[in-house]
């Protein structure tokens, strides 16, 4: 119980301030007598520094104790949090906004392995009910947050409150988590990896946090080749910072895939919806948000975890559709259903194509990804679509319908079936799941014990009869 609260009272508050701050432009720019550029480069960034923090925690807990990294991380929180709610001006707002994600990106490493893997297979699917709705599923509270403190400085109350709550998760992680010797404590650190890591998000997030055409694209693509970059780099490498062949495999390529797109498709609906005026019938979105972890705790051990992601792309087509319609409060909570049961069952599908070990470094480069996909498509839909919303609702119900194809077709070309997952298993050291070589069938020169034939043997029966 206290590692779920340690986790929940860390990490929750990021998440809501997420997706909190898009009602609060107009107050917060008056009061830093700011414009929109100034406030929208700060979320940028943030975003981007909660991928960089991710990725560098990664890296640091091979080394260093996970309970001092979170503490440490917490307390960083804390400060730039409190910092943020005095702030005289928009430069320390974005540079305490900043300081913001990296720290939290950190804690999302050192909290979310300890929680899932250290209590036992019994309490996996538990473990991972919580996380979806206590973390992912609290950016559904967000945008009702931030519209109820619209008014004059309540933003600064807000983040009074939020650096309230991390002091708590503070204390309870003093008293109640437990240290343990790192992993790989002689390890060097992969400098390189940072570096590029750091240039993808401040290319990417700066682009298109700016909003204008020449210097999106132009660092946009500077983004896009440091992180081919780092792929290529980290492929290279005998023993890398992200584990780069094993994610390449069919089951971490549908979770990527899942999380990635999930979290876009909602974030830019979401942030859509918001521009057009009162957020009211956003009220269902964390009903949805509930069922959708309840649908994970009670799928995770079955075979039809990988249905539920389908599911949840399915829930987020008709969502935006629905918004379009306009049927709002259905569309909110087909939208809440679906971030939970897409974003983190994306999560669990990557981790259980890997040995549980890895599942840091794993969520690092998901993080990476799914923040890129996600706080980067966001902004320049909405810059896009200003003057009409329903285009931009249409469009993001293609990207979930087109998201959905590619995760039916993937496991499909790559011999996968659905199958129990063996948690026992994963937790001592090995894959959870079978994850064959992504496209295996497409691919004649690639041979995999993993993959199953094409066409199951019933049917390639049946057709002969």
Do not use: N
Not at 77 to 91: C, N
Not at 171 to 183: D, N, Q
Not at 188 to 214: C, R
């Amino acid at each position: 119980m206290a590692a779920c609260v340690t986790g929940l009272l860390g990490l929750a508050p990021y998440v809501v301030l997420s997706t909190a701050f898009v009602p609060l432009q107009q107050a917060v720019t008056g009061s830093l007598g700011t414009g929109r550029l100034g406030f929208t480069l700060a979320g940028g960034l943030s975003a981007g520094a909660y991928a960089v923090g991710a990725v560098v925690a990664a890296q640091v807990s091979l080394r260093r104790d996970r309970r001092t990294m979170f503490l440490v991380c917490e307390a960083a929180f804390v400060i730039a949090t409190v910092a943020m709610a005095l702030s005289p001006d928009v430069w320390v707002f974005a540079g305490t906004r900043v300081l913001q994600g990296l720290a939290a990106g950190g804690m999302l490493i050192a909290a979310l392995p300890p929680l899932i893997t250290g209590f036992g297979a019994a309490r996996v699917p538990l473990s991972a009910a919580i996380v979806d709705i206590g973390i992912f599923g609290s950016s559904t509270l967000g945008p009702l947050i931030g519209t109820w403190v619209a008014g004059g400085d309540g933003w600064r109350l807000m983040l009074g409150a939020a650096a309230a709550i991390g002091a708590v998760g503070w204390v309870v992680a003093l008293t109640s988590y437990e240290s343990a010797e790192p992993a790989d404590p002689d390890r060097k650190l992969d400098l390189v990896a940072i570096v590029l890591v750091v240039l993808v998000a401040a290319a990417i997030f700066t682009g298109t946090s700016l909003g204008t055409p020449v210097a999106t694209s132009v660092l946009l693509a500077v983004g896009l080749l440091a992180f081919a970059a780092l792929l290529l780099v980290e492929r290279q490498r005998d023993e890398p910072l992200i584990p780069l062949r094993a994610l390449s495999t069919q089951l971490p390529v549908t979770g990527i895939l899942a999380a990635a797109l999930g979290g876009a498709v909602f974030v830019a609906v979401v942030e859509v919806g918001e521009s057009t005026g009162s957020v009211a019938w956003m009220w269902p979105m964390p009903l949805g948000a509930l069922l959708g972890a309840i649908a994970l705790w009670r799928l995770l051990v079955t075979r039809w975890m990988p249905v539920l992601v389908d599911i949840g792309m399915c829930a987020l087509a008709a969502g935006a559709l629905l918004l379009a319609v306009p049927a709002r409060p259905l569309g909110a909570l087909l939208l809440g259903f679906g971030a939970a049961a897409t974003v983190t069952p994306g999560l669990f599908l990557t981790g259980l194509g890997l040995p549980s070990d890895r599942l840091g470094r794993a969520f690092a480069l998901v993080q990476l990804l799914r923040a890129v996909a996600t706080y980067a498509v966001a902004p320049v839909v909405v810059a896009a679509t200003t003057q009409a919303p329903d285009h931009a609702f249409v469009a993001m119900a293609a990207v979930a319908l087109a998201g959905l194809l590619l995760l039916l077709l993937i496991p499909m070309l790559s011999g996968a079936r659905l199958r129990v997952p063996d948690v026992e298993a994963w937790l001592d050291g090995d894959k959870g799941m079978p994850s064959p070589a992504t496209a295996t069938h497409l691919r004649p020169s690639v041979e995999d014990d993993e993959a199953e034939p094409l066409m199951p043997q019933g049917w390639r029966e049946r057709m002969r009869r």
